[in-house]
């Protein structure tokens, strides 16, 4: 699914450019018939969340899971940012 591609593309754009450095991360797709859940986890400098809102990129990709009933959720753990996204797969018929 396209939109599953956009969101990854765009989950590694957000860890290139926020990440501390090193520059750790991890990505998990699980994908089956019915569902996508995306967990991107990154290290992150303390603190970035309070002072970075969603930029344009991730408030746009939340919008799109939202608006197919799924979610995109970030939280900042310590020193690392877990974002997990849940998007339902509609069968086409």
């Known amino acids: 699914c396209a939109q599953i591609?956009?969101?990854c593309r765009e989950l590694l754009a957000n860890v290139k450019k926020h990440a501390a450095k090193p520059k750790e991360?991890?990505?998990?797709?699980?994908l089956n018939d019915h569902e996508c859940h995306i967990t991107c986890i990154n290290s992150a400098q303390r603190g970035i969340l309070a002072n970075l809102q969603?930029?344009?990129?991730?408030?746009?990709?939340?919008?799109?899971?939202?608006?197919?009933?799924?979610t995109f959720k970030v939280i900042e753990?310590?020193?690392?940012?877990?974002?997990?996204?849940?998007?339902?797969?509609?069968?086409?018929?």
Do not use: C, Q, T
């Not at 991360?25 to 699980?30: I, K, L, R, S």
């Not at 969603?54 to 939340?62: D, S, V, W």
């Open 5 to 7: 591609e956009y969101i």
């Open 25 to 30: 991360y991890a990505m998990n797709v699980m």
């Open 54 to 70: 969603l930029g344009y990129g991730l408030r746009f990709h939340k919008m799109l899971a939202e608006r197919v009933g799924g």
């Open 77 to 93: 753990d310590d020193d690392s940012w877990i974002i997990n996204v849940h998007v339902p797969l509609h069968a086409e018929k």
